[in-house]
Structure formats: C-alpha cells, structure tokens
C-alpha cells in the first residue's frame, strides 16, 4: 500500500524499501533535486509538485490523520482500512476516510485516490455512499461528526 510505505501507521507492518528521495534534475547533469520540493518548469513557469506530503491544501488535515482516526472510532486498524478485504464494517469504515478525505482536504478524487492506493472512481463513490447514508443513519452522522470534532481538536 503506497500509505503505508510512506509513512509507519500504528500497528502497521514495516513495509517495503521504496526508491530513494533523490533524483538526476532534468538534464541530466544539473545536480540533485528532493522528490518532495517543487520543481519549476522552465517553459511555463508553473510548478508541479512530485510527490505529495501528505499535508493538506485547504484546512491543515493529513490523510493520515484521517485513516488512523477513523481506526480508532470504528475499532477498525489501519491496515484492515486499507486494505483490499470487502468486510462491510471495513468498508464502511474506508468510505468514511473518502468522504473525511474529500470533505476536509483540498485534493483531488485522483490525488485521495493515489494515497489511499483507490482508484479516483472509488473515492467517489464512497463519498457519495456516505453522503447518503449521513441523511438517514442518526448513528453514522454522530460517529463522522466525533471524528470531524476529534480531528479538528487534533490540528
């Protein structure tokens, strides 16, 4: 899972060694540049960033925030959020993260996606399936509201 690699999630397993941080900069023999810094384009002065850090554009939440408290609200571990397993309650749980993740960052349905190792699509429709269920279940809207409450205690 690309979250995981990145960052260690409680009770997460170590994972993987990924590529190092440091990459030739276009041309080669120019020096080293830090995936994480942003690099300027030259023809169009734009910027693009390389990798995300996980940090939030629009209110200070990390994805990672995100994950590990909807674990511990809904007993449900990182990894188990994560991963590929069809569980309902680990389901409900993951969609709880796309719709968190939608609501309270500033990325995009692809960018959540990348992160959370989810189609675009997927993020979707978790956002919407949660959207929905908020309208008629008291209980899920008491749970995502604790958590909103609980994070926003945390920034």
Known sequence: MLLQRRLSLPGSKPGRTTKSNRLL??????????????????????????????????????????????????????????????????????????????????YSYPKIGHILSRDHTTIIYGNKKIKQKIKTDPELRDLVGRIVDYLNGKK
């Open 25 to 106: 900069c276009p041309g080669g023999s120019e020096g080293i540049q830090d995936r994480n810094l942003q690099a300027k384009n030259k023809t169009s002065r734009s910027s693009a960033s390389g990798i995300e850090n996980l940090s939030d554009l629009k209110q200070g939440f990390k994805i990672r925030d995100i994950v590990v408290t909807t674990g511990q609200f809904t007993g449900i571990t990182p990894d188990q959020i994560l991963s590929e397993r069809r569980e309902p309650t680990w389901v409900e749980a993951r969609h709880i993260v796309c719709f968190l993740s939608v609501q309270l960052t500033g």
